[in-house]
């Protein structure tokens, strides 16, 4: 006969373990007559995951090692992002960087790979219309910016030759530059 269907259950018996810290600073400096400027990192720090499939199965460290994904992707130690902006009367502007640690892979071929660590610059510059669109829009903002305006690409990632896109793609977009106009 045909088969009509397949019935599977999913059922989440496994563990997962993670160990880690999440930090973040900020500073805010108001001049007379300079402005403001404001700066923040933010980071996560990732010591330990174990993962055990199972129950009764011993659980094995992820953290920087290679991961058998068709995605690609590897469980990071490091992440974060820095970030300085500045206001000043009707101006603003905000310069981002963001880092993805990287992590071990095994190409197709089943040697090992280091995935390369990545920055990703990202910025932003907004004029407050107010002045000109008083009373009826005072908030309205004119903004354009840059994401990966230095048009950075992904990581190489094979997931053990399991990887259809080329790269770590739970943690990557493959967007390159990306340009904004908003109001």
Same mark, same amino acid.
Not at 43 to 66: C, H, N, R, T
Not at 85 to 107: E, K, L
């Given at each position: ?29 108001? $001049?007379? +007559?300079?402005?403001?400027? !404001? &700066?923040?990192?933010?980071? @996560?720090?990732? #010591? ?34 820095? $970030?300085? +902006?500045?206001?000043?009367? !009707? &101006?603003?502007?905000?310069? @981002?960087?963001? #880092? ?84």
């Amino acid at each position: 006969g045909t088969i009509a269907g397949v019935t599977a259950l999913y059922l989440n018996l496994g563990q997962n373990v993670a160990k880690g810290l999440d930090m973040s600073s900020s500073y805010r400096l108001q $001049t007379k +007559g300079l402005g403001r400027f !404001d &700066f923040t990192v933010m980071a @996560s720090y990732l #010591y330990s995951i174990k993962i055990a499939q199972l129950p009764g199965v011993p659980a094995f460290e992820m953290v920087d090692q290679a991961v058998d994904s068709s995605a690609g992707d590897g469980y990071l130690r490091w992440k974060g992002t820095v $970030t300085a +902006g500045w206001t000043g009367r !009707d &101006f603003s502007t905000v310069i @981002s960087a963001r #880092y993805t640690d990287g992590f071990q892979d095994f190409d197709p071929d089943g040697n090992p790979y280091r995935v390369a660590s990545t920055w990703m610059y990202d910025v932003q510059l907004s004029y407050n219309l107010g002045r000109w669109l008083r009373p009826w829009l005072k908030d309205t903002k004119l903004v354009l910016g840059s994401r990966n305006v230095t048009n950075v690409s992904p990581p190489v990632a094979y997931g053990s030759g399991t990887n259809i896109t080329g790269y770590p793609g739970t943690l990557y977009d493959a967007e390159g530059r990306f340009w904004y106009v908003s109001l």
